[in-house]
């Protein structure tokens, strides 16, 4: 497991000193024993020195995921994290980084892997329809953020310390903008014995559907005590899951059994819904579904470092450089009222959702930023002259996210651009048309669809 000198040596100080008697990172986070440790990470428990409270401590080689190619897939496990909180899910409360560490201060989940409780045979009904409930609202939330996890199997759902289950390791998750033209996913990942079909066959897959089958196997396993699909070799438990390939033992329910049948269904467009599933008897005994909400922006806010940058999606990234150039002719075709062509090329553009300044576009980027604070949206990012705001109350269609291009026209004319990220579109119009736009007015020369200024 490691001695505490090796773990000492292994925490990397804000001021690149390092602190061997007490083990303490950031001046905030005292850590202590090793948890575990993968391929690019290892996990500390650690303590909040304010509060006292137990927190788990993933430490990642900053070097090593960049020479693997990996800083992508760190990123966007942060950015997973971030937009859930549900009590099913492990919680993120804070992301930190030196010259060559990220560090990942989590939720302490103590009661281990699940996968340890499985490897001692199967449960009795009611404790696997208690886990399997919690792991279906927990799926369910995620997939309402546009987030596909895609590597749900026992040994990534941990369980607290009163027995309830929490999903974790979101390094393989899927989010919207990963999705091709085609509306689906083609990255190969996941564990063979929890794979869906359809993402063996290499032809795109929707990544929601994916959880689903991946459940019905987990399902299953809590039930029977060991996998559907078992085979040796390879290839013929593929040929089993191309197929959905298995056999019930007796000591599963009828209504159970019912159930995972719908689960593992081979073809995705006939295999049960989350909706549905939780409309199911066996499902519904004894549920009562948890309050759930997204991460407020400060919640876990952006990184705190030390030396080098390290972009990830949490941080306000500034540079000097201009802001992008915007094509004369869709300028003119997009602001001019009585030559709007605009709906000829890109139907996305709505009336209202851009408009000229004569500002600097720093400027306006400033009073972007300032508005959307007075309107309760925290500021995700600030990039190349792009704004990502999200709101910090909950929608619909859960929060609303904005983004705000702004691009230079001509050498005195910077064009904005607003548009819907996530979330409901009215809410989104009436953002844009009571929030934003009287807000702006003493920097706005002409919205878009009016008459073009003089």
């Known amino acids: ?63 090593q995921v960049k020479k693997e190619g990996m800083m ?42 699940l996968f340890a409780k499985v490897v001692k045979g199967r449960f009795k009904e009611d404790a696997a329809r208690k886990y399997f409930q919690q792991l279906v609202s927990a799926v369910d939330f995620c997939h309402s953020r546009g987030i596909s996890h895609r590597d749900l199997k026992p040994e990534n759902l941990l369980l607290d310390e009163n027995e309830d289950l929490k999903v974790s390791d979101f390094g393989l998750s899927a989010l919207p903008e990963q999705l091709r033209n085609d509306g689906l996913l083609h990255t190969q990942c996941g564990t063979p014995a929890y794979v869906a079909p359809e993402v063996l066959r290499k032809k795109g897959y929707d990544g929601a559907k994916v959880d689903i089958w991946s459940s019905g196997v987990i399902l299953y396993v ?83 470092e030390q030396g080098d940058s390290f972009s990830g999606e949490l941080e306000l990234v500034r540079s000097n450089s201009k802001p992008r150039f915007y094509n004369a ?32 576009a720093s400027a306006i980027v400033g009073k972007i930023e300032g508005v959307a604070k007075k309107l309760n949206f925290g500021v995700l990012s600030v990039k190349d002259y792009k704004v990502k705001l999200q709101g910090r109350s909950e929608g619909r269609k859960g929060k609303l996210g904005v983004t705000a291009d702004v ?25 844009c048309e009571d929030g934003m736009r009287p807000a702006l007015k003493d920097i706005v020369w002409c919205w878009q669809g009016e008459e073009n200024p003089q």
Not at 23 to 51: D, P
Not at 241 to 254: G, L, N, Q, T
Request: contains cysteine; glycine residues 6%.
């Open 222 to 304: 809590l039930l029977a005590g060991y996998l559907p699909f078992q085979e040796e070799n390879l290839m013929k438990m593929y040929r089993k899951v191309f197929k959905a390939e298995f056999e019930f033992p007796d000591c599963i329910s009828v209504d159970a059994k019912r159930l995972i049948s719908k689960l593992l269904v081979s073809d995705p467009e006939r295999r049960i819904t989350i909706p549905a599933i939780m409309r199911t008897p066996w499902f519904q005994k004894g549920f009562t579904k948890p309050v759930a909400f997204s991460i407020e922006e400060d919640a876990v806010g952006g990184f705190k």
């Open 329 to 360: 002719f869709e300028f003119i075709s997009s602001m001019s009222s009585g030559f709007d062509l605009s709906s000829l090329f890109e139907s996305r553009r709505k009336s209202g959702s851009m408009f000229t300044s004569r500002c600097s």
């Open 1 to 63: 497991m490691g001695t505490q000198a090796e773990m000492a040596s292994s925490v990397e100080q804000p001021n690149g000193q390092l602190n061997v008697s007490r083990n303490v990172i950031f001046g905030k986070y005292e850590m202590g024993r090793l948890l575990g440790q993968g391929t690019f990470a290892k996990v500390y428990h650690g303590k909040n020195l304010e509060t006292q409270e137990s927190v788990a401590i993933k430490v990642i080689n900053k070097d």
């Open 72 to 113: 992508e897939q760190i990123k966007r496990e942060i950015s997973v994290m971030r937009l859930v909180r549900h009590p099913n899910v492990v919680e993120l409360k804070e992301v930190m980084a030196t010259r060559g560490k990220i560090f990942f201060v989590m939720e302490y989940v103590k009661g281990g892997e």
């Open 407 to 431: 691009f230079e026209v001509a050498p005195e004319v910077v064009l904005v651009e607003f548009s819907k990220s996530s979330g409901d579109t009215l809410e989104y119009k009436k953002f």
